[in-house]
């Protein structure tokens, strides 16, 4: 079965600030990657997604990550950090169901908290 | 289009109660699962159904049943709740297909707690 590591349980930035959240997976082929968001008492919201090609994905919200298949890793990143950032993230490996089909496999998130 | 939605939005249930949650979506997708959040596990998931009238466990079934009698709907029951069900609960749907061509989208959750 495959897994995705998140390291970091919570992470605390500065509006303005640089941020990075970490992601590891575990996958014997080439992933599909996913990065979700959950803001406070919602459901999740695709940020992005990698499955071939350009290493550098861009998301929504200015957020961008990228695949590094030496590090096994999918961080994501956003240049400037706002308020309205703050969140739970989750990254997510794209795995095969016995029966048949597909699914995400999660990471366990970070929570993500923004000082004004 | 609603997307998906969930109903309730919160529960309270007493050891050995019943209870379905509701998961309907309006956009025709093949695809629908049922998750569960506890704080610092991510989500697990409980069933999956690829289609009307078929369905199979997941990583974390016990517990729980579901059905799918038409596409649009895919209801979770509990029969004989227990404080370890105690839980936030995720329904998700999608096209078939791909996960990259096709995303997956979620509803916004169903807060349980069993006392």
């Known amino acids: 079965a495959q897994s995705v590591t998140q390291p970091d349980i919570h992470i605390t930035v500065s509006e303005g600030a640089s941020l990075e959240l970490r992601c590891n997976y575990s996958?014997?082929?080439?992933?599909?990657l996913f990065w979700y968001v959950q803001s406070p008492g919602q459901g999740l919201q695709l940020l992005l997604k990698y499955f071939s090609g350009d290493t550098l994905v861009q998301g929504i919200k200015g957020f961008e990550a990228e695949f590094k298949r030496s590090q096994s890793s999918f961080n994501l990143r956003k240049p400037s950090v706002h308020w309205s950032d703050a969140a739970e993230y989750f990254c997510?490996?794209?795995?095969?169901?016995?029966?048949?089909?597909?699914?995400?496999?999660f990471g366990t998130g970070t929570q993500l908290k923004v000082e004004l | 289009n609603a997307g998906v939605t969930q109903t309730p939005k919160f529960r309270i249930l007493k050891i050995g109660q019943s209870m379905t949650l509701q998961c309907a979506q309006d956009?025709?997708?093949?695809?629908m699962y049922w998750y569960r959040q506890d704080p610092g596990m991510g989500l697990k998931l409980i069933y999956y159904?690829?289609?009307?009238?078929?369905?199979d466990k997941g990583e974390v079934p016990n517990g729980y049943n579901v059905s799918r009698s038409t596409t649009e709907d895919f209801p979770l029951r509990l029969e004989l709740a227990a404080p370890s069900q105690t839980s936030v609960y995720f329904c998700?749907?999608?096209?078939?297909?791909?996960?990259?061509?096709?995303?997956?989208?979620f509803g916004p959750g169903t807060r349980l707690t069993v006392l």
């Open positions: 997510a490996v794209g795995d095969i169901l016995t029966g048949g089909g597909n699914k995400l496999t």
């Open positions: 998700a749907s999608r096209l078939a297909g791909s996960l990259v061509d096709n995303e997956q989208f």
């Open positions: 996958y014997g082929a080439t992933p599909y």
């Open positions: 159904s690829v289609g009307a009238g078929i369905t």
């Open positions: 956009m025709n997708h093949n695809y």
